[in-house]
Every structure is written in structure tokens, then in C-alpha cells.
């Protein structure tokens, strides 16, 4: 089976064209959305639609609850929480109750999918570091060979060996997953990257007949997912837009070298 496996379009049209197209080139099996396809971002009514139909497989996010009241929104910062209360008045009654009624996880062969973490699905706390690995893993049904999370918008590999219980980080990287290991994969994110060195949308393929993971990357219209935000009085400012803005500015300062 051929997986495409994406997280965190956050409302960003964009980044979810440009990440579909590859997807659709690549003819997969199934289509696996991890959640946050609203929240941040400007257009949430057209990226929820068009998520909803192309989906296979869809689990809940963190900012996905908030937009329909299922979660506090006052455990967001603020940015976040404005974000929120306009995605809602954006969204329909359809495309809120079609939220509302997805799962917060998913299973498929012996891959376990799930936003933010295996310990507590619905606390939302994040798999960043190896300790935060290790009490995932210590959760998590001996059955599941791999798990696929979004959530912190940085893509990266855990696995525990079977054999000694050592636990590893890895970047991501194209890799054929080993039996006698199990993996805890964060699939990066299709709308808000946050990779400093590296601003484009990511997702994953994974083809569990081999065991082979595949990190898509992939460019998107910057320029147009200004206007649509511009059009909005949304506040939030993507990391990628920050980064992209200070490099114009140091490009536009006094003495500054000339890319022609």
C-alpha cells in the first residue's frame, strides 16, 4: 500500500495546490490527512472542502477543534485565538459539523496515525525531543510497526530498536524503516513550514509493502498566499512569511550585494 501522508495545511490554498499536484502524481493508494487543515491560514472553507473529497483517511487537530468549540481556545496564544474566532465565522455549518465528527486517530495495516501524540490524542502535547519519544513509545501498541504524527511543523524520524529499547533521532531523509525497529514519524507540515534553512511544504509517501519512507518537498506561491491573507484581517503571520520578509530587508539595506 501506497500512503500519501500530510498534516498542518492550516487554511493555506497554495501550499495544499502545490502539495496535492504531487500527490497526484505520485498515485498513491491512500490519502492521509494528521489535521490543522484550518487555523492560521486565510482561505479554511476551500482547503476544508477540497481536503474533505480527496481524503481517504482525516483525524482531528488541535486548531480543527478549537474552530468548532471543541477545544478552550483560551489555551492559545493570542495571534492563535484570533485566528480562530475568524476562521469560525468562515466556516459553514457543513464544514463544522464535518470537523466535529472526525476521529482523533486512525489505523491502516499496522501504522497508527495520529496529530500531536499517542499518549493523550486529545491533550495535544508534542513528540519533540527523545524523552518525549520514549514515553510515546512506552504507550503505544507493540502492533503499531509505525506511527505518523504533524503537529510541531518539523519533520523528523524516532525509532526504538526492539532488542536494546535505545531510542534515536533522525532527519528527514528517505528511508527504508527496519522490522526489528519501531518508528515515530512527523510528516512536517503541507502550509506552515517552520524549517529555517528550508521554507518549502512537506509531507510524507510511505509504502508499507517496503517499508520505505519518502519525504515529499515541495514550492509554493508566497506571493499569492500574501494576497489571500491580505484580503483577511487575520493577524498571524506565518514563520515562512517572517523569514522571507527579513531577507528582503537585508537585501534592501545600505551597502547591501546585489544577487544580478
Excluded at 14 to 41: E, F, M, N, S
Excluded at 106 to 118: D, K, L, P, Q, V
Excluded at 217 to 230: G, Q
Excluded at 236 to 249: C, G, M
Aim: aromatic share 10%.
Amino acid at each position: 500500500m501506497r500512503y500519501a501522508i500530510f498534516s498542518d495545511i492550516h487554511a493555506n490554498r497554495q501550499a495544499w495546490g502545490a502539495a496535492l499536484t504531487d500527490i497526484r502524481q505520485a498515485k498513491v493508494d491512500k490519502v492521509v490527512c494528521l489535521g490543522d487543515t484550518v487555523g492560521y491560514g486565510p482561505m479554511p472553507e476551500s482547503v476544508l472542502n477540497s481536503v474533505r473529497q480527496e481524503s481517504d483517511i482525516m483525524i482531528l487537530g488541535n486548531h480543527d477543534a478549537a474552530a468548532f468549540g471543541g477545544l478552550d481556545i483560551d489555551i492559545f496564544n493570542d495571534e492563535a485565538k484570533a485566528a480562530i474566532k475568524w476562521t469560525r465565522q468562515k466556516l459553514s455549518k457543513d464544514s463544522l459539523a464535518a470537523l466535529k465528527k472526525l476521529p482523533l486517530t486512525a489505523e491502516s495495516e499496522n501504522i497508527f496515525f495520529t496529530h500531536a501524540e499517542i499518549v493523550n490524542p486529545a491533550g495535544w502535547g508534542y513528540i519533540s525531543t527523545l524523552d518525549d519519544a520514549k514515553v510515546n513509545f512506552a504507550m503505544s501498541d507493540p502492533d503499531h510497526f509505525v506511527t505518523f504524527v504533524g503537529h510541531t511543523h518539523h519533520p523528523t524520524i524516532f525509532d526504538q530498536s526492539l532488542a536494546t529499547g535505545q531510542i534515536r533521532e533522525h532527519p528527514d531523509k528517505n528511508v527504508s524503516l527496519i522490522k526489528t525497529h519501531r518508528y515515530i514519524i512527523n510528516v512536517g507540515s503541507v502550509g506552515d513550514p517552520r524549517n529555517p534553512n528550508d521554507l518549502r511544504g512537506r509531507y510524507v509517501i510511505y509504502e508499507s509493502d517496503t517499508r520505505t519512507v519518502y519525504f515529499r518537498k515541495f514550492t509554493f506561491d508566497t506571493d499569492l498566499y500574501r494576497a489571500d491573507r491580505k484580503a483577511t484581517q487575520l493577524k498571524y503571520t506565518p514563520y515562512f512569511i517572517k523569514v522571507l520578509d527579513h531577507e528582503t530587508a537585508q537585501q534592501n539595506l545600505p551597502g547591501a550585494k546585489s544577487s544580478s
